[in-house]
């Protein structure tokens, strides 16, 4: 069976690394990246700037998550830390 998981090289404040996320985050942080006018490498290094732990694909998953439930009326309920 193949995975749904997709590496991608980005590059962040500068540096080059890789970021593993299901097609459908990728998408999304495509949709999110494009509504506030940036690149998908802004977007990533915004996101990895404010996570305080945690790895950067789960950071980029609860990014997405919130920003969905956001569009939708919903709470943020990453809590403390996110």
């Known amino acids: 069976m193949k995975s749904s998981i997709i590496a991608r090289s980005v590059t962040i404040n500068g540096h080059k690394t ?33 996570r305080t732990h945690g790895n950067l694909s789960s950071a980029v998953r609860l990014y997405v998550l919130a920003d969905v439930r956001s569009a939708a009326g919903k709470p943020d309920r990453r809590g403390p830390g996110h």
């Open 18 to 50: 890789s970021v593993s996320l299901e097609k459908p985050f990728w998408d999304e942080c495509r949709r999110i990246a494009d509504s506030q006018g940036l690149t998908l490498d802004e977007l990533l290094s915004l996101i990895d700037a404010e």
